[in-house]
C-alpha cells in the first residue's frame, strides 16, 4: 500500500557517503507536504531521524541530512559507519483517499 | 520523557477481534496531541492505522477503516486499538506512536518498543 517509494537497499563502504531517495507524487510530497525520515535497527523499533525535510532531533549525528525536491526527497549519510546498517524510511501526509500517514517501501542500508 | 508501552495477546484466532492497549508514562495524555498506531508485517514496511486525540476525535486509515477502533482512556492514561474479523495479513509489530505537528504534516516520535501479534487458529 505504500505510495512513496524507496529503493530496496544501498551499500558503502566505511567513511563513504549513500544517498536514499523517497519518490512520491503530487498529493504527498509534490502537494508540499514535509517528509520524515526513520532509522529502525534489526530488532527495535523506528527511531525518528529527520523532521520537517532536513531538521535533526537531539542526539541524531550531523552526519545524516535530509533534503526535498518536487516530488522526491532525500535522505544522505556522510561517514557511513558500521551502526548506520539499518532499516531507513521515508513519511509523508497524503491527501488523497489512500489515507492521511503515508511510509515509504523502506531501504536496508549495508556497510560493506 | 514520553515513553509509551504497547500490551495485548500475542496471539488472535482468524475472525476474531485484536485488541491492544498503550500506556503512556512521563506525559498526560488529557493534556493534549494525537495518539497512533502503526503495524509492520514481519519483513515488510510501516502502515499507518489511525490516531486518536485526547478529546477522542479519530482517523484512521480507509484501507483498514471499516475494521478499526482507537478509543481513549484518559483516567488511565492509555489509549487502545481493536481491530475486527482478522485475518492472516493482519499479522504484524504493532506500534503505538504520538504524531507530532509539524506546518506541513506530523512526523511520529516517540515510538514504543512494539508488540507482535500473530493470527492463527
Known amino acids: 500500500q505504500s505510495v512513496l517509494t524507496q529503493p530496496p537497499s544501498v551499500s558503502g563502504a566505511p567513511g563513504q557517503r549513500v544517498t536514499i531517495s523517497c519518490t512520491g507524487s503530487?498529493?504527498?510530497?509534490?502537494?508540499?507536504?514535509?517528509v520524515h525520515w526513520y532509522q529502525q535497527l534489526p530488532g527495535t523499533a523506528p527511531k525518528l531521524l529527520i523532521y520537517?525535510?532536513?531538521n535533526r532531533p537531539s542526539g541524531v549525528p550531523d552526519r545524516f541530512s535530509g533534503s526535498k525536491s518536487g516530488t522526491s526527497a532525500s535522505l544522505a549519510i556522510t561517514g557511513l559507519q558500521a551502526e548506520d546498517e539499518a532499516d531507513y524510511y521515508c513519511?509523508?501526509?497524503?491527501?488523497?483517499?489512500?489515507?492521511?500517514?503515508?511510509f515509504g517501501t523502506g531501504t536496508k542500508v549495508t556497510v560493506l | 520523557q514520553v515513553q509509551l508501552q504497547e500490551s495485548g495477546p500475542g496471539l488472535v484466532k482468524p475472525s476474531e477481534t485484536l485488541s491492544l492497549t498503550c500506556a503512556v508514562s512521563?506525559?498526560?495524555?488529557?493534556?493534549?496531541?494525537?495518539w497512533g498506531w502503526i503495524r509492520q508485517p514481519p519483513g515488510k514496511g510501516l502502515e499507518w492505522i489511525g490516531s486518536?486525540?485526547?478529546?477522542?476525535?479519530?482517523y484512521y486509515n480507509p484501507s483498514l477503516k471499516s475494521r478499526v477502533t482507537i478509543s481513549v482512556d484518559t483516567s488511565k492514561n492509555q489509549f487502545s486499538l481493536k481491530l475486527s474479523s482478522v485475518t492472516a495479513a493482519d499479522t504484524a509489530v504493532y506500534y503505538c506512536a504520538r504524531p507530532v505537528a509539524g506546518t506541513r504534516g506530523n512526523w511520529f516520535d516517540p515510538w514504543g518498543q512494539g508488540t507482535l501479534v500473530t493470527v492463527s487458529s
Open positions: 513519511q509523508s501526509y497524503d491527501s488523497s483517499l489512500s489515507g492521511y500517514y503515508v
Open positions: 520537517g525535510n532536513s
Open positions: 486518536i486525540y485526547h478529546s477522542g476525535s479519530t
Open positions: 512521563g506525559y498526560s495524555i488529557s493534556s493534549g496531541y494525537y
Open positions: 503530487s498529493s504527498n510530497i509534490g502537494a508540499g507536504y514535509d
